[in-house]
């Protein structure tokens, strides 16, 4: 209890010190606020930090890979993501008002590897250009379902290793199923777990 507590005054911190400073990466928004339907939309709330960190820092990450954050939210992970060499660090967001967040975000911190899409991921249609894909539970499964065979299909192109990192998992079965394998599962920092899954049998970059 007392430890739930100071995370709720660690995170209100963060909050007031990112507004002084003209940025929203933390607050949280539910989805009936900015008018989706919460059955397929979860809400937005932020992620990466250290245990995204601890995760793309064992894999040798070069500018040839590009990473997408599927349900970006207001950015938060990609600012971890941003700390890697990746060549573009894109994200994708199904509600305008918060797509256009992380787009003031990353304007104020002048970062241009970033490019924000304002899509729905079961319409997105550049899932070819990147490699790794980035999901903090944006949505249930029957969407899930629907990404995944689209980035199954995308990746069938590319002569790259496609990763996935799926924090809070609860569509395992749904990326397994269509082939990826789980590489590692990771902590996260609510107890949940971060599964790392590849298209290849054994990964060669970890
Ligand atoms: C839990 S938040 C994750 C935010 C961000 N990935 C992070 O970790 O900091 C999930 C986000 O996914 C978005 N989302 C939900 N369904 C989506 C969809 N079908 N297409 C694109 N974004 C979606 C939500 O609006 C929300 O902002």
Known sequence: MKR????DLYNFIKIILEKLMGLDFSSIISSEEVGLDPRFFYRSSPSGGKYLFDILKRIDITEKDSIIDVGCGKGSAMRTMLKFSFGRVDGMEASEKIAESAVNNFKKLKEGRVKIFACDATDFDKYEECNFFYFYNPF???VMLRVIEKI???SQNLDKEIFIIYNNPICHNVIVNNGFNIISDFPDE??????LYSNS???LRI
């Not at 609510?190 to 599964?195: A, S």
């Open 4 to 7: 739930f507590k100071l995370r």
């Open 140 to 142: 249930p499964c029957q």
């Open 152 to 154: 199954k299909l995308a």
């Open 190 to 195: 609510w107890g949940n777990k971060i599964y």
């Open 201 to 203: 049998l054994t990964s």
